[in-house]
């Protein structure tokens, strides 16, 4: 927030999701080389770059229901992406949703925080 004015472009979980699409397509396009690249111009570490990568890596149904989640605009997001990161390594999907499943009970999105 600056002046007392939220942002117009949402910040947390839709841009990293959204960001790991758009990296995607600029290495598959031949515009970037590789990660390693992306980083650079980034100004993040390869590791991070990598952390945003993997967002893609989860089921379409999941990335779905992260970006629909009510945006928390008092204290924090009630997921974390932290919390996603195993999720998003795991590459079978039908073990993904398991995972993400135990993190929603466990989590669960409170409307009053929203």
Known sequence: MQDGVAPSTPSGRVPRITLAHRCHRLIQDGTIINQSELAHYGQ???TRMTQIM???NLAPDI???ILFLPNTVKG???I???EIRPIAKTLDWKQQRKMWRAIKDTQPVNPSQT
């Open 44 to 46: 993040i570490s390869t």
């Open 54 to 56: 993997w967002m893609d």
């Open 63 to 65: 990335q779905e229901e």
């Open 76 to 78: 924090r997001d009630p």
């Open 80 to 82: 974390k992406e932290a």
